[in-house]
DNA sequence: CTAGCCTTGAAA
DNA sequence: TTTCAAGGCTAG
């Protein structure tokens, strides 16, 4: 954390937020370009590079072609507020017009999303959820609105009708796959908007998620979901009806059993009625629905309905609206991870669900389930187009959520469920390392008294012993014990007062106005003045407030901890290439982990990381702090002693 | 851009 | 060796 840029935040970290964010890695070409460039500008110019932003980017044109840049205008030397945008943090209007200073006249623009109040914590989660994925994905058309109120909803509504006299208010469909079965495939989001008035029919913006979950989940290879949000405060608040539907899966279970041979699966295609002609992408289809989906998501295409997303598609008119074609591909079961990134060909899919041992398993699976389809009232359902042809089920329009392809349990329960990679569960079974129930019967005595003459002692000591435990952690960390000995010097040297401080802020999230040092031992408000620390302690309880207002759990901490050991920035360093791998995959770790919770959704991730920067400037007032209380007993921390002379430390066991 | 046919290659 | 689900090619 030594070297930061003008963000605050090191930029390789910054590289490695924007490569996992994006997926998308640049080719050597573009590699020899951007080396070419200032660094800040590379990373800005990489950050750009999401598909979100080129996607504003091309409707910009297609909206303005006589306007220049746009979102594209990279020149911008804030790359902090850019990135908070990029990830989804609060952006102010401020923000905003750093960005682009056309943004008021693009107002119109704005996709009103309009959240419900949240009554209970299920709808808390679903409104939290939707919020997120509309602040990530939608962040530079969209406004969010979450209201408590019905004055506000309707102000809200007045102000869509006044911006979108015309044309109607916008529809949203988010096509949104997650990595987590298949992190090799990367992340992929897809953005359409359409048109089709929240005012008038009720219903606003329909966001629609493809994604799985985790590789253990017997459905997980196939969940789409639909969500659909209402201005109509009294329905959505009515979460607990949440309609759980079944895809292409399930009426292929009921129709073909285990019978999967081709002959045996006589159904038309899902999506048009054509003929099958073989299991494509997830589903049974015929052979140019399996092509029409394959060209949009290899070419990255975004479509629009003209008819408010309303369209039948069947055999002969499919040709006519692709956004509706590709949108029931998806709701019929169409899986985006099964196109292949790196266009390889042949071979079976490795993708859960589409060979035919997926397939198998999956049936079983949904045949084990057998679970009735809960349907909420019929009596709209105009305008859902896309609805399922053999399982003849359709989509309450009056409903906040509906979701597909999941069995039992309340949409909260399945969005709260986390997905935990391989590498943060090893990481988390060696925190049993930093166990603070072994304090020398010196240092037992509950807590610090107010006037210690000692206090200053005590804290070096209880700070000393808690660095050894850092340093055997990381020692026992897979990744760290991998790198060259040097390599682990610098490393330590570099990050020790970060994880301290971050140790502290994390113990001390369920506390009130207190900063944890060592076991039951705290610092509050007072102790700070006598310690002359109260600037620093005041950082580090804003630390804490955003620690917990993020809801960082264990697995997120234990991450965040990896990611500030194996920075990669450090000068000197042996083995740089290979802490950059370590850190990408880190991150990639800890991305699928959040973003598995979609409760939280994605965009704590970038926060999460943002945060580390102002960890490492508390980490440097603490330094300082300590380094200024050195002197007085440099004898008894021997190894704080070391750390703060930058020597070489000896003793890394 | 569509859709039918062809080629490929890992898994069964 | 066979199968089959990917990607590729190209006439319309």
Known sequence: MSLLSDSGISPALLQVISQTLSKAPLNKEQMENSNQLPRSQKLVSRIMKQPISLLSQQKMKQEHPDRQGGHGRSTLNNVKSLLKMKLGTHSSTEDMEDLDGSREDDREEYVNIVTGSAKDSADANVVDMLTAIATQHLKDSARIVTSASQSALQSVASSSASTSCNTSSPQVIICYQDSSTNPELGRKVYVSQDASSILEHGDGSQILFHTALSSDDEASGNMTRVIRVSTDEDEMTDVQQVEVQSSASDSMSVSTGNHLSLQDHNEPCPICGDVVSGYHYGIFTCESCKGFFKRTVQNKK????????????????????????????????????????????????????????????????????????????????????????????????????????????????????????????????????????????????????????????????????????????????????????????????????????????????????????????????????????????????????????????????????????????????????????????????????????????????????????????????????????????????????????????????
């Open 302 to 653: 975004t479509f629009v309905c003209h008819r408010c997303g309303e369209c039948e598609i069947n055999i002969e008119n499919r040709k006519r609206c692709p956004a509706c074609r590709f949108a029931k591909c998806l709701v019929m079961g169409m899986k985006l991870g099964a196109i292949r990134t790196d266009r390889t060909r042949g071979g079976r899919s490795s993708y859960d669900g589409c060979s035919s041992h997926g397939r198998t398993k999956a049936l079983i699976a949904e045949k084990k389930r057998q679970r009735p389809v809960r349907r909420t009232s019929e009596s709209s359902m105009s305008n859902m187009s896309v609805l399922s042809p053999t399982s003849g089920a359709s989509y309450g329009s009056s409903q906040l959520v509906a979701i597909l392809n999941k069995g039992e349990g309340t949409a909260t329960q399945e969005l709260g469920k986390a997905f935990v990679p391989q590498v943060l569960t090893d990481v988390m079974n060696l925190e049993s390392l930093m166990c603070e129930e072994d304090l020398p019967p010196e240092l037992m005595d509950e807590k610090f008294s107010e006037d210690d003459p000692n206090l200053f002692l005590t804290v070096l000591q209880l700070t000393e012993l808690k660095l050894y435990k850092i340093v055997r952690w990381a020692r026992n960390l897979p990744q760290f014990a991998s790198i060259a000995t040097d390599d682990q010097i610098l490393l330590l040297q570099n990050c020790w007062c970060d994880l301290l401080a971050l140790n502290s802020c994390w113990r001390s999230v369920h506390r009130h106005d207190e900063i944890h040092i060592y076991n039951s031992k705290v610092i509050d408000e007072k102790k700070a003045k006598y310690l002359g620390i109260v600037d620093l302690f005041m950082k580090l309880i804003e630390l804490v407030d955003h620690l917990r207002r993020l809801v960082i759990d264990q697995y997120e901490y234990v991450a965040l901890k990896v990611l500030i050991l194996i920075g990669p920035d450090v000068r000197g360093l042996r083995e740089q290439k290979k802490l950059e791998e370590l850190q990408e995959k880190i991150c990639e770790a800890l991305q699928i982990y959040t973003s598995s919770h979609y409760v939280q959704s994605p965009n704590k991730f970038g926060e999460m990381l943002l945060r580390l920067s102002e960890l490492s400037r508390i980490s440097l007032m603490l330094k300082d702090h300590l380094k200024s209380w050195m002197p007085s007993n440099s004898q008894t921390c021997g190894l704080l002693f070391e750390l703060l002379k930058g020597e070489n430390v000896k003793d890394l066991g």
